[in-house]
């Protein structure tokens, strides 16, 4: 199955943050059980400072802050939004 887009949104803001997240249905397989493939980050360009979530094979759904990384449960795509702007504000300390 060819990648179908669900979601994107691009911008920078305050003059120091760039923002991307995107969503693509790919369709259950090995490689991507839950049929999503997504990218969500957000990198404040005066500090270098980043919050990422992606599930690229073979990691699966997992979580950036800086260097740390963790594994993260996904639910579903809205769910998926909150959380990353949960993570930006508890990291970042910006709300988006």
């Known amino acids: 199955m060819k990648a179908v887009l669900i979601y994107h949104q691009k911008e920078r803001f305050q003059d120091r943050f760039v ?9 259950r397989s090995d490689r991507y059980p839950d049929g999503i493939k ?4 957000l990198l404040d360009l005066k500090t270098g400072s980043r919050v990422l979530m992606d599930n690229h094979h073979p990691k699966g ?9 963790f594994p993260y449960e996904y639910k579903n795509d809205d769910q998926l939004i909150e959380d990353f702007k949960s993570f930006v504000l508890d990291h970042i300390g910006v709300a988006i």
């Open 38 to 41: 997504y990218g969500l980050l």
């Open 61 to 69: 759904h997992h979580v950036h802050l800086d260097e740390e990384e």
């Open 19 to 27: 923002m991307e997240m995107t969503i693509h249905d790919v369709g």
